[in-house]
């Protein structure tokens, strides 16, 4: 039992470039989010999902998407990458009577 | 909207001496709390959720609907709880909402 994993740990972007952040979860859990952690700015809710095929914007959501075709993954892309998307990204799942399991983070870059 | 206040940045204390981490919420019907901790460059772990009431590595934490907070307590800090502490609030089903963080610095 992995819990929440995300790849990759680290990445640099310049730019413009576009890439997608991998987040998975083996707890069969129907609720999944992206939080972007900024210094002084506590985590701030990207995008979430309640359940495969259903997602809804959170706080911060602009310049990113994502989709839920599976239970097990969701994926964050970035779309044209911007230097104030520098910051740590984490993923986390639960279930309706749980908690939120958090992975361990992917820490970007954008040059 | 919901809305989680951490109004201390970063809170030093020395060994021993007690610890009141402060957390307020606004939001309008019945919110689920809890008391996350993120110790040096890992992944955020849950320490405590008001439902449980239970005490872990000797912190509590009591929600007082009243005065709409939630801050967590400990009688003697160690050193080992430096960290950033962050309050969270689930409403409903949805993700959770959390605090800027508060660092908690424990000196020897």
């Not at chain 1, 939080?35 to 999902?49: A, N, T």
């Not at chain 2, 996350?36 to 590595?57: A, C, D, F, G, M």
Request: proline letters at 5%.
């Amino acid at each position: 039992n992995a819990g929440v994993t995300q790849t990759p740990k680290f990445q640099v972007l310049k730019t413009g470039q576009s890439m997608t952040l991998q987040c998975a979860q083996d707890m069969n859990h129907e609720y999944m989010s992206w939080y972007r952690q900024d210094p002084g700015m506590g985590l701030r809710l990207i995008h979430y999902s309640v359940g495969a095929g259903i997602t809804d914007q959170g706080e911060v959501p602009n310049g990113y998407n994502v989709s839920r075709s599976t239970t097990e993954d969701f994926p964050l892309r970035l779309l044209s990458a911007a230097p104030s998307q520098t910051s740590v990204y984490f993923c986390a799942s639960s279930s309706s009577t749980s908690t939120q399991y958090f992975g361990p983070g992917t820490r970007l870059t954008v040059l | 909207a919901q809305r989680v206040t951490q109004p201390e940045k970063l809170l030093s204390v020395f060994k021993g001496a007690p610890v009141e981490l402060k957390c307020n919420y606004s939001y309008s019907g019945s919110p689920e709390l809890f008391w996350y901790v993120q110790y040096s460059r890992q992944r955020l772990q849950l320490l405590l959720r008001h439902i449980s009431r239970e005490s872990i590595k000797g912190f509590t934490a009591d929600l007082n609907k009243g005065e709409t907070s939630f801050h967590l307590k400990k009688p003697f800090a160690q050193e080992e709880d430096s960290a950033m502490y962050y309050c969270a609030l689930r409403p409903g089903r949805r993700a959770l909402t959390f605090g800027s963080g508060t660092r908690l610095q424990v000196q020897p």
